[in-house]
């Protein structure tokens, strides 16, 4: 069944287990704000992860592990999740995740206050099952409006982020000394308090019950993959994905090796989430407008020239103009690929193929941020940057002979 416009009246579905515009309009505006609270979880971690790593571990090539697990942890519980989501429906899920992410804060100030670092890894680990959680919210989004509104419903949602790039960096400069030691003890336990504010504002959300067709699942899993499109999508939104996640982890780190402040490093990354967000405000017009495939090709166009601005110098300006080039490039890339997914499954598939999706997007970051605290312990930032332009050149190879092809709308009889 297709559910109703969420911003407008148009296009209502009249049958008797459909929500109406209002509880539409509400559940849309609960996911925009639960997003815009919830992704401080994970610019706090990033703000923070390396940091930390790096004074509590053993050894500096372990710094960075923290944020690899965070990672990690996304790609271990994405799958979890969607069956969780699959079969109890998408709230029992949100609300899992925001449980993991009250107990991210918690364990991660009693960390500090131990010095364990071990227990902070454990700790990023379940930040990560709530952000896996988390970007889900975009396709929830989707499932509650018509077909030629997916794109808009998906991108409002992310649009929450931007106050996200606010609340994240401004919440660890406000609290990171609030505590006199050690660091970040009173940032951590914010970080559970915003938590335990978005599952409460999720636990308003009406989304429908899985049905008995959802649940069946559709066709195999081996079928839909085989399509060229659905390769395409998931390799361009792995590749943004990873990049972004990649060139971001090593970033912090890099500037406090140049000798740039924290307060420079975490403004740094604060308009590098409003950069990844604020375009979501247009993005799905723009997807609307001229297609999902010419707008992923441009993220991936942005993200190359975020690492050509990152190789012209180590000043604070251009690692600014590093991040948030790139911020932008995973919009247009993720939000992109995101849509030629939804084109590429029936409604009954929805939830096994988002998560199976997602799941390969993170396992690949969860490869990339292992990779990238060694190759900038190695080599330097350089290196870091130097290493991205391979996979991107993948990306669009293989968006450039999808688009070639010129698949129809939708493939789902593929």
Not at 54 to 67: E, F, R
Not at 76 to 83: E, F, K, M, S, Y
Not at 89 to 102: H, K, M
Not at 149 to 176: C, D, E, F, H, Y
Request: a neutral charge; aromatic letters at 10%; charged letters at 10%.
């Amino acid at each position: 069944m297709e559910d109703s416009n969420t911003l407008t009246n148009e296009s209502v579905d009249t049958s008797d287990d459909a929500p109406d515009a209002r509880e539409q309009r509400g559940n849309l505006w609960r996911l925009t704000i639960a997003q815009a609270l919830s992704g401080a979880n994970s610019i706090i971690v990033y703000a923070t992860g390396a940091i930390v790593g790096n004074m509590l571990a053993p050894s500096p090539l372990l710094a960075t592990l923290p944020i690899s697990l965070f990672v990690v942890g996304m790609a271990v519980c994405i799958l979890p999740a969607g069956a969780i989501a699959g079969r109890y429906g998408r709230r029992t899920a949100f609300l899992a995740g925001t449980g993991a992410g009250v107990l991210t804060g918690i364990l991660s100030m009693f960390a500090m206050m131990a010095g364990w670092f071990w227990l902070f890894c454990a700790a990023t680990f379940l930040g990560g099952a709530y952000a896996a959680v988390v970007l889900s919210f975009r396709f929830a989004a989707a499932d509650a409006v018509a077909p030629q509104r997916k794109a808009k419903a998906l991108s409002m949602v992310m649009a929450g982020g931007v106050v996200s790039g606010v609340i994240g960096p401004q919440l660890v400069n406000w609290t990171m000394h609030m505590w006199p030691e050690p660091l970040y003890v009173a940032t951590f336990l914010a970080q559970a308090v915003v938590a335990a504010a978005c599952g409460f504002i999720l636990l308003g959300v009406r989304l429908p019950v899985p049905t008995a067709a959802e649940k069946a699942g559709g066709r195999p899993l081996a079928v839909i993959l085989r399509q060229p499109q659905f390769i395409a999508a998931v390799t361009c939104g792995a590749v943004t994905y990873t990049l972004m996640n990649f060139i971001m982890t090593a970033a912090p780190l890099a500037m406090y090796l140049h000798g740039h402040s924290h307060e420079s490093s975490n403004l740094g990354l604060q308009w590098h989430v409003i950069a990844m967000y604020a375009p979501s405000f247009f993005t799905g017009t723009l997807i609307t407008r001229f297609g999902a495939g010419r707008i992923t090709a441009l993220g991936l166009l942005l993200t190359g020239i975020s690492a050509v601005i990152g190789l012209w110098g180590a000043e604070v300006i251009h690692f600014w103009g590093t991040l948030i080039v790139l911020g932008i490039g995973w919009n247009f890339g993720f939000l992109g690929a995101s849509a030629l997914v939804m084109e590429c499954h029936r409604p009954e598939e929805k939830t096994r193929v988002q998560s199976f999706n997602d799941f390969i997007v993170f396992t690949l970051m969860a490869v990339a941020s292992f990779a990238s605290g060694g190759i900038l312990s190695a080599y330097g930032w350089n290196a870091v940057l130097a290493v991205s332009f391979t996979p991107l050149a993948l990306a669009a190879i293989a968006m450039f002979i999808t688009m070639c092809k010129n698949n129809p709308e939708a493939n789902y009889d593929s």
